[in-house]
Every structure is written in structure tokens, then in C-alpha cells.
T-cell receptor, first 114, second 111 residues
Framework: DAGITQSPRHKVTETGTPVTLRCHQT?????MYWYRQDPGHGLRLIHY???????DKGEVSDGYSVSRSKTEDFLLTLESATSSQTSVYFC?????????????FGPGTRLTVL | TQLLEQSPQFLSIQEGENLTVYCNSS?????LQWYRQEPGEGPVLLVT?????EVKKLKRLTFQFGDARKDSSLHITAAQPGDTGLYLC???????????FGKGTRLSVIA
């Protein structure tokens, strides 16, 4: 157990509304990641963080923003949700000091945008 | 363009059969990780292979890293229903960039 929680676990929202997903870790690891997982596309990296206030884009960052004001929390925001953002979102951490280290995943958030 | 190609995409077999899934790339990786994901959960690491030609065994699962560190395979002997899940490979490239994940192989083992 890597001490990763995600909230909410399920959310249904309407197109155009803002949505924030939270990832919380209890072990103060440097690297944190947000992925989305869709059938036929696998896991795709949205954004990642390598420290407080240090973030970078992944391959599918359009329409998403992130913030990390504390080591333990990494927030993913959809400023104006669209139906194409319906997905399962996973947060992950790396326990080492490199972004290539083993990743440990949270339980996921299932988001439905109507 | 997918950096890591996994095949087959889907596999349905009977309990007791053997199977091999593949993870291929034209790029060189410093290491390759295999994860298994069960329905409703996040992926969980099975193994990391680091050296070209390396073979690692985890009970009935055998993992191999290609000599050129561009590909890997996972062989399961005498598959059991508990092996059912999505198997993902992930490659670590040079430089401090995040892992690259394949799309996965979805395995179903029928009792």
C-alpha cells in the first residue's frame, strides 16, 4: 500500500462545469502523476509534478490544469468539462528520485461528463 | 505513434494453457516494467527488467528483456483464472522523463 487516495471515487457532472480531482499521498514522495485510461488508448499521461509548484505537461494535457501547493496533494482540474473527458483517472507516485522509477497507483476516479 | 506496442491486444484462453504476450518498440529503454491491473483497481508492478537479455521469474510468470533492450515478453505457464487482468508494459527512457506505457494486453483465463 503506497498510501495514495483519490477523491472523489466517482463523479457525474454536466458539460461546461468545472471539476477538480484530488490525489493525496502520505509518504511525501517527490513525483506525482495524473493519467487517464480509456478503452483502446491505455494509460495516457496528463500532467506530472516533480515537486511543490513544479509541474509539466504529459501527452494529453489540453483541457486540464494541475496544482501542487503541498507535497502530499496533487490536484487535477478540468476548467470546463467536456464529454470527451469522460474517463477513469488515475493518480500515481514514484517512490524514488527519478521519474522513471516504479509507479504506485491510486484506486482511480471514474468521471462521467454528460 | 505508439512508442510501445503490446500484442496481442486481447487474449482468451482456457485454464492450464500457456501464453506469451509481447511488448515491442523501435526505441531503446534503460529498463522495462510490467504491471497487472485488475478491474476497478490501479495497475500494480509485477517486475522490472534492466539488463539486456535478462530473464526474471515470478512463480508461473517469466519475463524477458530483449538483448537490445527494445522489447520484452511475458510468458505465463499453466494459466489460472487469477491471472485474468490487463497486463501493461512501461519503458524508462534515458533522461529524467516519465515512463511510457503500452496500451496493454487484456487476458481472460476461463476455468
Amino acid at each position: 500500500d503506497a498510501g495514495i487516495t483519490q477523491s472523489p471515487r466517482h463523479k457525474v457532472t454536466e458539460t461546461g462545469t468545472p471539476v477538480t480531482l484530488r490525489c493525496h499521498q502520505t509518504e511525501n514522495h517527490r513525483y506525482m502523476y495524473w493519467y487517464r485510461q480509456d478503452p483502446g488508448h491505455g494509460l495516457r499521461l496528463i500532467h506530472y509534478s516533480y515537486g511543490v509548484k513544479d509541474t509539466d505537461k504529459g501527452e494529453v494535457s489540453d483541457g486540464y490544469s494541475v496544482s501542487r501547493s503541498k507535497t502530499e496533494d496533487f490536484l487535477l482540474t478540468l476548467e470546463s468539462a467536456t464529454s470527451s473527458q469522460t474517463s477513469v483517472y488515475f493518480c500515481a507516485i514514484s517512490r524514488g528520485q527519478a521519474s522513471t522509477d516504479t509507479q504506485y497507483f491510486g484506486p482511480g476516479t471514474r468521471l462521467t461528463v454528460l | 505513434t505508439q512508442l510501445l506496442e503490446q500484442s496481442p491486444q486481447f487474449l482468451s484462453i482456457q485454464e492450464g494453457e500457456n501464453l506469451t504476450v509481447y511488448c515491442n518498440s523501435s526505441s531503446v529503454f534503460s529498463s522495462l516494467q510490467w504491471y497487472r491491473q485488475e478491474p476497478g483497481e490501479g495497475p500494480v508492478l509485477l517486475v522490472t527488467v534492466v539488463t539486456g537479455g535478462e530473464v526474471k521469474k515470478l512463480k508461473r510468470l517469466t519475463f524477458q528483456f530483449g538483448d537490445a533492450r527494445k522489447d520484452s515478453s511475458l510468458h505465463i505457464t499453466a494459466a489460472q483464472p487469477g491471472d485474468t487482468g490487463l497486463y501493461l508494459c512501461a519503458g524508462a527512457r534515458s533522461g529524467n522523463t516519465p515512463l511510457v506505457f503500452g496500451k496493454g494486453t487484456r487476458l481472460s483465463v476461463i476455468a
